[in-house]
């Protein structure tokens, strides 16, 4: 336990701005900023040995008891079934902080969590990765909360991992972005190999081995363009959609290698242009990644774009900036750059935006001071 007793850890949301898909398959490039909107974990002392979570998006209290082999049991009033499900990557994160501790020798002991989100409006979340945010706070208030000294690099490991036991086919970069913040390029490893290596060699030596395709790299913010963020009021679900995609037989056909082709170049060259400061580049590449999505959509019929997420794209586009969905689609956030100096523009934009129903937030990126830069695991 921690020396103070109770301890309190935030980690921002995130954003796409480009590679959404085409990051699930490992070693592919994406780009994600994260937002100045955070979850926030507090851990302290719990009356009795047991785990006992509250959260502002759960009725009362979860109670769970340690099990001596590892794992969480419902010992709770209610509908475990259901605190379990909306808990189910903070429940991961503490199975997998308690193994590591039991392998490391430490004692395991009981921990009182209260969560609290800025990623949801009364209940209905904005779609920016408020899982990955909880994921990534808890790890690091349980890891300030049992004395361990933690590298940004290694909470977001064992964030992976814990996220991984839920769904390899999650990317991920949500939670790179709740880690290091700002905007990143990011590349993400093999999670079935990462979880293969966990089960074979235990947690403590898969957050310390190479992850082959692994790479976080800090990218500038563009230059002379200002992001626009709408949320068209619809939650979705980015597993669901994920999920269905794997259905749908897409997999290795010639659809799904020129999607992979074609996102990659236009997150490539987004990298470049935000590395040089090259502002119509950039538009450039964001407006052949909304295509990219817009071709998946078409050949595959996932619903990415909704009628209020076209219709945000399109009012950028037609007053100089460049739009598209951000994250898996179909609902949730769309990002827009403009040029920064159009100012009676965005003014625009936002009034047509309203018009269609869609909802300005205004986010900014969150910054996280580190001193680890890049992070690559490419040998």
Same mark, same amino acid.
């Given at each position: ?141 349980? !890891?300030?909360?049992? &004395? ?5 690099? +290694?909470?977001? /490991?064992? =964030?992976?991992? #814990? *996220? $991984? ?11 790179? !972005?709740?880690?290091? &913040? ?5 590349? +993400?490893?093999? /999670?079935? =190999?990462?979880? #293969? *290596? $966990? ?181």
């Amino acid at each position: 336990m921690s020396a103070e007793g109770t301890v309190s850890r935030q980690a921002p949301g995130k954003l796409f701005v480009s590679g959404e898909y085409a990051v699930i398959e490992p070693g592919t490039p994406a780009i994600v900023m994260a937002v100045d909107r955070y979850v926030r974990v507090t851990v302290s002392e719990p009356a009795g040995a047991d785990i006992v979570i509250v959260s502002d998006l759960l009725d009362g209290e979860a109670r769970f008891r340690l099990k001596a082999g590892g794992g969480l049991v419902w010992c709770g009033l209610g509908d475990g079934e259901r605190a379990r499900s909306g808990l189910a990557c903070v429940l991961s994160v503490i199975e997998v902080m308690h193994t590591l501790l039991a392998e490391r020798g430490w004692s395991v002991s009981g921990a009182h969590l209260s969560i609290s989100s800025e990623l949801h409006d009364r209940g209905t979340k904005f779609g920016l990765g408020s899982s990955g945010a909880v994921t990534v706070a808890t790890v690091a208030a349980l !890891a300030a909360y049992h &004395g361990l000294d933690l590298s940004p690099e +290694a909470r977001f /490991r064992l =964030a992976l991992i #814990a *996220t $991984a036991r839920l769904n390899t086919r999650s990317s991920c970069a949500d939670l790179a !972005a709740s880690t290091w &913040g700002g905007w990143i390029a990011y590349r +993400a490893p093999d /999670r079935a =190999a990462v979880l #293969a *290596t $966990a089960a074979r060699k235990g947690i403590d030596e898969a957050v310390r081995a190479e992850w082959p395709g692994f790479e976080v790299r800090r990218l500038p913010p563009p230059a002379r363009l200002g992001m626009e963020i709408g949320w068209t009021g619809t939650p979705v679900s980015t597993d669901s959609l994920v999920s269905r995609l794997g259905r749908r037989h897409w997999q290795g056909s010639t659809a799904h290698k020129r999607f992979m082709a074609r996102m990659t170049d236009c997150v490539h060259t987004s990298i470049t242009a935000l590395e040089k400061g090259d502002r119509e580049t950039l538009l450039h590449g964001i407006r052949r990644s909304r295509r990219a999505l817009a071709e998946l959509d078409e050949a595959v019929g996932l619903g990415i774009f909704t009628p209020k997420l076209t219709a945000l794209c399109e009012a950028a586009e037609v007053l100089g900036g460049a739009a598209k969905p951000s994250g898996a689609g179909g609902g949730d956030c769309g990002i827009a750059l403009m040029p920064a100096e159009a100012d009676a523009r965005i003014g625009k934009l936002r009034t047509r935006w309203a018009t269609a129903g869609v909802r300005h937030l205004p986010l900014r990126p969150a910054e996280i001071s580190t001193s680890e830069r890049n992070v690559r695991n490419d040998r």
